[in-house]
Structures are given as structure tokens and as C-alpha cells.
């Protein structure tokens, strides 16, 4: 078997790293401020520290380790190695945004936008990150793990889970509120699910990441 630093091409890092930087640019400047909030890991941390007084930082992690582990189970060791690069990216680049204002900071006034504009941005940015082979959230990996095992499409899996999530949230979150976020849930697992299908040529279809 060929050693795993071989498999890894700079094409796929910088695709990884540029897929992280255009997420973290969006949760920045649109997330963060628009008061839409999440389906999936963080929706679920949140909703365990209204309820439970869990805090996110460790929920979040613990969830998070778990997703991953199944990953690497399912789909190898480079997905493994592609999930750090565009987690450690994110991370990165979300510090480096932080340092300036946000630029569009009127959007907190206008959810709908927030809500299309923010789809756009997470499912194009994910989309990226998924489709190379990596994923930059727990959400991700346990998406792409379910899809290598299910026959089911992979935006479908990321809508069943928002939704899962988003309905427990009804229980604090207004109804008005929710629904911005079930169309950003909707609209960016979509256009992963559009992305996941673009032939990349030299980059690996997902199936082929757990024979590494």
C-alpha cells in the first residue's frame, strides 16, 4: 500500500484551503451576524446548553471527534488527513477575518438575504471541501461517511440531520426564526449535493477515499 503522503496532491490542498477560506469568510460575515441559526453539530450543541447547560465546548468537541472517527473508519486514512487540512484552515482563516468589522453588517436586518446568501456561501464552500475529499466540520464527515454506506444522495442526509436538529430546536427557538434557517439548511445542502456531482478530473470520487 503506498504510503498516505503520496496520495496527497498540493492541487487538493489548495482546493481544500480555498473551500475553508470562503466558508469561514461567510460564517463570518453573515452567520454570525444575521442571528440565523444552525441544523447539524452546532444547532445540536446549542440546543444542549439551553437545556442541559452543556457547554458547546465541549459538546461540540466530543461530537465533532466522534464524527470524525467514523470518517476515518469509513473513508481512510486521507480523507483523515484532507478533514484536518480544511478544519485547521477554517480555523485559521476565521482568526484572520475576525480582525476586521464585518463588511456587511446591515444584513443582520435582513434575514431572508442572510438566509440565500449565507446558503450560497456554505454550500459552495463545503461543496469544495467535500467534493476533493475533506471536510472542514463534524457535520461533513458524518455526511460523507453515510453517503459511502447508504443509497442516498448526500444533500439528502445533510437535510435529514438540519432537520432534525432544527424541529428539537422549536422547542426555544421561535418558529419565524427556524424557518430562515431550514431555507439556509435547504438551499446550502442543495448546492453540495450539485457540487458533489461536477467531475474533477485527477481527484478522487468519494467511494475511492476508504481503499486508503
Avoid at 437535510?159 to 424541529?167: P, R
Wanted: proline share 4%.
Amino acid at each position: 500500500m503506498r504510503s498516505i503522503w503520496k496520495e496527497i496532491k498540493l492541487s487538493s490542498v489548495l482546493l481544500l484551503l480555498g473551500g475553508s477560506a470562503l466558508l469561514a469568510f461567510g460564517l463570518y460575515n453573515i452567520h454570525s451576524i444575521s442571528g440565523v441559526t444552525e441544523g447539524g453539530i452546532l444547532g445540536l450543541t446549542l440546543l444542549l446548553e439551553h437545556w442541559f447547560g452543556i457547554s458547546p465546548s465541549f459538546s461540540g468537541f466530543l461530537l465533532t471527534l466522534v464524527c470524525y472517527f467514523l470518517g476515518w473508519k469509513l473513508l481512510g486514512k486521507l480523507f483523515l488527513v484532507y478533514s484536518f487540512i480544511s478544519a485547521i484552515g477554517f480555523s485559521v482563516f476565521y482568526g484572520i477575518f475576525e480582525q476586521f468589522d464585518p463588511l456587511f453588517p446591515e444584513i443582520a436586518e435582513k434575514p431572508l438575504l442572510a438566509a440565500v446568501v449565507g446558503a450560497l456561501f456554505v454550500g459552495v464552500s463545503v461543496g469544495i471541501c467535500v467534493r476533493v475529499g475533506g471536510a472542514p466540520t463534524g457535520d461533513d464527515a458524518l455526511a460523507m461517511s453515510l453517503s459511502s454506506v447508504l443509497p442516498v444522495d448526500i444533500q439528502w442526509i445533510y437535510l435529514a440531520s438540519d432537520l432534525v436538529v432544527l424541529l428539537a430546536s422549536l422547542s426555544y427557538i421561535p418558529f419565524s426564526r427556524i424557518m430562515y434557517s431550514l431555507l439556509t439548511v435547504l438551499l446550502s445542502g442543495q448546492i453540495i449535493g450539485i457540487m458533489q456531482k461536477i467531475k474533477l478530473p485527477g481527484f478522487a470520487e468519494e467511494g475511492e477515499l476508504s481503499q486508503s
